[in-house]
């Protein structure tokens, strides 16, 4: 659970102060440096706005973060497992290698005992790990450089085509098809709740998504499509504001987003999408209950169109919006990801003062996970 941990600020302190009770039960991923720590690292202590903590090495790996080289943060599993020890070498060793389960076979491991060794210590298997280091290593590449050899070399691919297939996979294009700079760009920003892809201009943000929505890359050519110069592939200042409110918002910190957005639509679905934003974080709506809010109590099949027609995911939050009986409706970002928002967003609801706490329009959420008549189409 996300907010198992103590808060933001108390973690902060316990990493300035190098706090060793925390050694092993939360780590600090610091967005500046793409690394992640002890609590008791020995390097030079980042700013608190870069900071988040998680509980367990896998979701920093899943966030996004790679192991800091002082600290060390894989050695107690490696001291706890030679198992753990010996593929973690060869991952460092050879960090682009494209392993799959034959090399260990061939190496003598038996699957099952790495598999459970390693969701056991990290939450995730080897071959996820390494697929995730090396998928990262390229994007990140690609946006520093604009390099797509260079991009394709680190992500640990062997031919070209093998690189565009799997970004194609994800965003719908060639890496060539995004070029440095243009008045759109897209970056990657990762999260406790998988990786997203932002695509902003200087001023505004026009699309966030979870990187497994199938709509995407359908998405992304549209936006393509009316944008002089199409889509480029880099980072700006709303991309960072971006970035750092979704930290914030995942430590606790922050439930409601000021990022710019910039929505184009019809006026009925700006319409629905400005009342989306007015629901606080913690409470929940079903369909009949938005349209009735923006007077147009028949218009729920509308409203459900436009909320599935949203781009920016979580900071218009379309995952707020669930079946008038409780059950979570569809999710572009999937089932299991709208219900954990709703928990995680509960804890906001819970810390606001009780006369602060609106009773009106708020919907229990069902035991038993339902898709509604919107299907996977509603973000």
């Not at 979701?59 to 050695?75: S, W």
């Not at 719908?172 to 999260?191: H, N």
């Not at 027609?309 to 999937?334: E, K």
């Amino acid at each position: 659970m996300l907010f198992d941990l103590p808060d933001h600020d108390t973690l902060y302190q316990a990493l300035l102060a190098r706090d060793a009770r925390y050694d092993g039960q939360a780590y600090v991923c610091v967005a500046s440096t793409g690394v992640f720590c002890r609590l008791t690292c020995p390097a030079r202590k980042p700013l608190p706005e870069n900071c988040s903590f998680h509980a367990t090495i896998g979701a920093c790996i899943e966030a996004g973060f790679r192991p800091c080289k002082r600290c060390h943060p894989l050695q107690a599993a490696a001291n706890a497992d030679p198992t753990i020890a010996a593929l973690l070498r060869l991952l460092d060793d050879d960090p682009q290698r494209r392993w799959s389960e034959r090399d260990l076979e061939r190496m003598g491991y038996d699957l099952s005992t790495v598999r459970r060794s390693f969701k056991r210590h990290f939450a995730m298997t080897f071959l996820d790990m390494a697929r995730q280091r090396r998928l990262r290593e390229g994007f990140e590449t690609l946006v520093d450089t604009g390099r797509v050899i260079a991009a394709q070399q680190d992500a640990g691919f062997d031919s070209p085509s093998a690189f565009r297939a799997a970004f194609a996979r994800i965003l719908g294009c060639a890496p060539a098809d995004l070029t440095q700079g243009g008045l759109l760009v897209a970056d990657w920003i990762a999260t406790p709740l998988g990786d997203m892809v932002a695509v902003c201009s200087q001023t505004h943000l026009h699309l966030l998504e979870f990187i497994e929505r199938k709509a995407l890359p359908t998405e992304l050519q549209k936006l393509s499509e009316t944008t002089p110069g199409g889509i480029g592939i880099g980072r700006n200042r709303i991309t960072e504001q971006a970035r750092s409110e979704l930290q914030a918002f995942f430590d606790g910190r922050l439930p409601r987003f000021e990022t710019p957005i910039h929505q184009p639509g019809s006026a009925f679905s700006r319409e629905v999408w400005a009342e989306l934003r007015r629901i606080p974080a913690g409470e929940t709506r079903s369909y009949a209950q938005l349209a009735e809010a923006i007077g147009r109590p028949s218009a729920t099949r509308a409203v459900a169109r436009a909320n599935g027609a949203n781009q920016i995911a979580l900071m218009v939050p379309c995952h707020r919006v669930i079946g008038a009986d409780g059950s979570l409706t569809g999710y572009g970002g999937g089932l299991w990801r709208k219900q954990r928002l709703l928990e995680i967003e509960a804890q906001y609801r819970a810390a606001r003062p009780v006369g602060n706490r609106p009773q009106a329009g708020i919907l229990p959420i069902s035991s038993e996970m339902r898709t509604g008549s919107s299907g996977s189409s509603t973000p």
